[in-house]
């Protein structure tokens, strides 16, 4: 039992940390929390606890590759605005 209750706290931490994230997501933050929920309501009847920590480890990779995501954008948008200031002078 000790095992399936940290699991379950390993899953709402994943929810709540993809939440955080999904804030900024290029479509709204809405449409990232419908698409999160529906995922995590497609995988909510998984009982096997490895099943479970590759969902978890799949989760982790998301979160990764958003984060990458946000700072390419972040960084093409410094990088236009630092050379168009430079063309205008």
């Known amino acids: 039992m000790k095992m399936a209750s940290s699991l379950r706290g390993e899953v709402l931490t994943l ?25 995590f309501l497609k995988n909510k009847d998984v009982k096997d606890p490895e099943k479970i920590k590759e969902l978890i480890l799949r989760g982790e990779f998301v979160i ?8 390419l954008r972040k960084y093409r948008a410094m990088k236009q605005r630092y050379y168009q200031d430079n063309e205008t002078k």
């Open 64 to 71: 990764k590759e958003l984060e990458a995501l946000y700072f």
């Open 15 to 39: 929810y709540k940390n993809l939440l955080h994230v999904g804030r900024e997501y290029p479509k709204g933050a809405d449409y990232f929390k419908r698409r999160l929920k529906a995922a």
